[in-house]
């Protein structure tokens, strides 16, 4: 257990729709990263928030977007979903900003969009 | 636009033998290669490398970064089965846009 939680674990909803994926990052983890894995892109960074503020940007659509609140948790809006946007989403967390900072995933939460 | 390439794709091998992974990059503005395992579910850690012919070791595990020749190898001796899994290379960017690109990974199988 890497102290990682996201919610929920499995998410299946159809295409046009808007769906909201959170993630908790370790106790005393300032950064939160959000990632997407399918079979035919691999593992593809999309973005990083540092302490509420967005540090990094990735392969993130337009139609995806992420905050970082107060109290550190993050969340990931993913929004007129297609097909292809089926996929594991990984959140990971580090005590810094650097991505050479050990990372902490989480379990994920797969995503079908059908 | 960056890419980082590992080869070979997948490798099966023995348990005891041992296995070198590589990983090839074109990136502006190299800040450091990470290296992950990943099982069945989410990523792990492995190492960190930012500097040229300065080995990283992890009891079986080992790797080394080239910053001329633009690549990393990952060694990993005496293989075990608990060795199978996808090997993640990355490569941190940053300049003006902090990143963090992928390659596809290396699948081990390490059968008894």
């Known amino acids: 257990d890497s102290g990682v939680t996201q919610t929920p674990k499995h998410l299946i909803t159809a295409t046009g729709q808007r769906v909201t994926l959170r993630c908790s990052p370790r106790?005393?983890?300032?950064?939160v990263y959000w990632y997407q894995q399918s079979l035919d892109q691999g593992l593809q960074f999309l973005i990083q928030?540092?302490?509420?503020?967005?540090?990094a940007k990735g392969n993130i659509l337009e139609r995806f977007s992420a905050q970082q609140f107060p109290d550190l948790h993050s969340e990931l809006n993913l929004s007129s979903l297609e097909l292809g946007d089926s996929a594991l989403y990984f959140c990971?967390?580090?005590?810094?900003?650097?991505?050479?900072?050990?990372?902490?995933f989480g379990p994920g939460t797969r995503l079908t969009v059908l | 636009e960056d890419k980082v390439v590992q080869s070979p794709l997948s490798l099966v091998v023995h348990e005891g033998d041992t296995v070198t992974l590589n990983c090839s990059y074109e990136?502006?503005?190299?800040?450091?290669l990470l290296w992950y395992k990943q099982e069945k579910k989410a990523p792990t850690f492995l190492f960190m490398l930012?500097?040229?012919?300065i080995e990283k070791k992890s009891g079986r595990l080992s790797s080394i970064l080239d910053k001329k020749e633009l690549f990393s190898i990952l060694n990993i001796t005496a293989t075990q089965t608990g060795d199978s899994a996808v090997y993640l290379c990355?490569?941190?960017?940053?300049?003006?846009?902090?990143?963090?690109?992928f390659g596809k990974g290396t699948l081990l199988t390490v059968n008894p």
């Open positions: 990971a967390s580090s005590v810094g900003r650097e991505f050479g900072n050990e990372q902490f």
């Open positions: 928030y540092y302490n509420g503020e967005e540090r």
């Open positions: 106790s005393g983890d300032l950064s």
């Open positions: 930012t500097s040229s012919g």
């Open positions: 990136v502006t503005n190299f800040r450091s």
């Open positions: 990355a490569v941190d960017t940053g300049g003006s846009n902090y990143k963090l690109t």
